[in-house]
């Protein structure tokens, strides 16, 4: 009984954190308005890009782990990628790209709750935006992306005393969040793609199609998104 009683006043959001939820929640409602209405789609078309460049990195880092050798990494205009590497572990690295974007989402949803955590959070994408850098070094689009999104975090860092950052780092992870969801959806639920992470996926297992891998996938994205926000609500008060 103790421990749930703590547990709840942990998870219990104060002033602060009630103003973050329902600014997360304006997010979640804009996000899914402007990703369907034609050109007003274009206020968000460098996130989405963003989104993107955080699977195709979550892919290349999973292949880093398991010694793979990458190639490279290519963004299409289209906000399609794609991550040429040789070796390395195909069941770690092809399910990489959405459960390592939406483990990026989650973490930043989790910082968006503090400032100083935003921070950081900040820091540590600058690591993975060099990386991405090197990768993508012949492929000018990322290279726009990334700096242009490098000199967005810079700006807001100063606005405000960092308050700016904390609501555009939330803004990334939310984003990040919901470009996994509708994509497993559109790409392996909705409508079957061969060329998808989870059919080559089901391919490789052999035991299950790749509908059945993308609603695992999703069932484990919503679980991420929900730490993040459990874990931004207990950690930051």
């Keep these: 009984y103790l421990l749930a009683r703590d547990a709840g006043s942990d998870l ?25 209405v034609p050109y007003l789609n274009m206020i968000i078309y460098p996130f989405k890009l963003l989104t993107v460049g955080f699977h195709e990195m979550s892919h290349a880092f999973a292949g880093l782990l398991t010694c793979a050798h990458i190639h ?46 935003s921070k950081v959070a900040s820091i540590v994408l600058a690591v993975f935006f060099l990386f991405t850098l090197w990768w993508a070094r012949r492929d000018w ?42 994509d497993v ?23 299950c199609p790749s509908q059945v891998w993308g609603v695992l996938w999703l069932l484990i994205a919503f679980v991420f998104f929900a730490l993040g926000i459990i874990v931004g609500l207990a950690a930051f008060k």
């Design 141 to 182: 689009l990322t290279w726009v992306l990334i700096l242009g999104m490098s000199g967005l975090i810079v700006l807001f860092w100063f606005v405000a005393g960092g308050v700016a950052l904390r609501y555009l780092v939330l803004f990334i992870g939310v984003m990040s969040c919901l470009y996994v969801l509708w």
């Design 12 to 36: 219990t959001p104060n002033t602060t954190q009630r103003n973050t939820l329902i600014v997360a929640a304006v997010y979640i409602l804009v996000i899914a308005i402007l990703w369907h």
């Design 72 to 117: 490279s990494i290519e963004l299409d205009p289209n906000e399609g990628g794609a991550t040429s590497m040789s070796g390395g572990i195909s069941w770690i690295t092809l399910p990489a790209g959405y459960l390592g974007s939406s483990f990026i989402g989650a973490c930043l949803i989790a910082c968006g709750f503090n400032t100083n955590a």
């Design 185 to 207: 959806v559109d790409d392996t639920i909705s409508r079957k793609i061969n060329s998808s992470d989870a059919s080559q996926f089901a391919k490789i297992c052999g035991c």
